[in-house]
C-alpha cells in the first residue's frame, strides 16, 4: 500500500467531495485564505456542510458549529456576544450558507441581526436552489429555471432580491461578488472582515450538477451572468452604493442560459420577461446610486 502526504498551507483539507466544477469550495478557500485561523464558522446542513463534516470529522482547519438551516445567523449572533462578553474583539464570526438558508428560511434571523448590528459577517454563497438535498426551487431561483419543485416549464415567479432587502436594514458593509474575479472577491472579504458590526457578502456561485451544465464552464458562466447584467456587482457601505462593474451586455442574457438545463423550458415570453427585470433591476441600483 502507498501512502501520498499532502502538504498544504489552506485552512481547507484535500479531498473535499465537491462536485467537479462547483464554485463553493473556491468561495471557502478563498474567504478562509483573507480571514485566517482566528475565524469561527457557523455553517448550516447545506452544500458547505461537507466543510464541516457529518461526524467527528472536519474539512476545515478553524473552529465551527452546524447548526441548522434556520438559524445560521441566531448561532453567529450568540458566539459573537460571547467573545465579546470574554473582552475578545479579534476573533470572526462567519455565517456561511446558502441562498435556501438565507433567502427562504434563515432570513428572519439574519433580519434580526442585521437590525440589531451583530458584529458578524454572513455570507451567502448563491446557487439558486437547495442544491443539497435534490435541486428544489428557493426564493433566489430564477423566473424560468426548472429545479425539480417547479412546473416543467420553469419557475413562475420572480426571484427574491436579498441585497435590496440587506440594504433596507441600513448595515455597515455589504457587497456581491463572484468567482471569475478573484481579487475583487478578496478585497470584499477583507473589507467585510475588518468591518465591526454587520456584514453581508453575497456570492454568485454556479451549480453545474443543478443548472445542468459541463463542469468546466463555471467561470464562463460566471462571466456572462456579469456581462448580461443577471449578477451586479456592488458595494453599499455608509449609507451608499457603488456599482463595481458596468454590464457589458446588459439583457443579453442568450450566452448565460443557452447553455444550462435549467432553462430547457424556457418560452420566448420567459426570455424576454427576464431580460425585463435584469435591466430595471439595474436601472433600480443605478438609480440608487444617484441619492
Request: net charge positive; charged share 20%; with cysteine.
Amino acid at each position: 500500500m502507498y501512502k501520498i502526504a499532502v502538504k498544504t498551507d489552506s485552512l481547507v483539507t484535500p479531498g473535499i467531495n465537491a462536485c467537479q466544477g462547483c464554485a463553493l469550495e473556491l468561495i471557502m478557500r478563498n474567504v478562509l485564505d483573507v480571514l485566517g485561523r482566528d475565524t469561527v464558522l457557523i455553517i448550516p446542513p447545506g452544500c458547505s456542510a461537507m466543510f464541516s463534516g457529518s461526524g467527528i470529522e472536519s474539512g476545515v482547519k478553524v473552529a465551527g458549529i452546524q447548526g441548522n438551516l434556520e438559524n445560521s445567523a441566531a448561532i453567529a449572533c450568540g458566539v459573537a456576544r460571547g467573545f465579546k462578553n470574554q473582552g475578545n474583539t479579534h476573533t470572526k464570526v462567519v455565517a456561511f450558507t446558502g441562498d435556501g438558508g438565507t433567502v427562504d428560511i434563515g432570513l428572519q434571523a439574519l433580519s434580526g441581526a442585521m437590525e440589531r448590528n451583530e458584529n458578524i459577517l454572513y455570507i451567502c454563497y448563491d446557487n439558486e436552489a437547495y442544491m443539497n438535498t435534490g435541486v428544489q426551487g428557493s426564493s433566489s431561483t430564477p423566473a424560468g429555471a426548472a429545479t425539480t419543485t417547479t412546473t416543467p416549464a420553469g419557475k413562475l415567479g420572480r426571484s427574491k432580491d436579498l441585497m435590496r432587502i440587506v440594504m433596507a436594514h441600513d448595515v455597515p458593509y455589504a457587497a456581491s461578488a463572484f468567482v471569475a474575479n478573484l481579487p475583487d472577491l478578496r478585497r470584499k472579504v477583507r473589507r467585510a472582515g475588518d468591518t465591526q458590526g454587520t456584514s453581508v457578502l453575497h456570492i454568485h456561485s454556479p451549480c453545474p450538477t443543478g443548472w445542468g451544465y459541463h463542469s468546466s464552464k463555471s467561470i464562463e458562466l460566471a462571466m456572462e451572468a456579469v456581462q448580461s447584467g443577471a449578477w451586479l456587482l456592488f458595494e453599499f457601505a455608509e449609507g451608499r452604493l457603488q456599482l463595481n462593474r458596468e454590464p457589458g451586455k446588459l439583457g443579453e442574457i442568450d450566452a448565460y442560459v443557452n447553455g444550462q438545463k435549467r432553462f430547457r423550458g424556457f418560452t420566448q415570453a420567459q426570455r424576454e420577461q427576464l431580460k425585463k427585470d435584469i435591466i430595471t433591476r439595474y436601472r433600480t441600483m443605478n438609480a440608487g446610486m444617484q441619492t
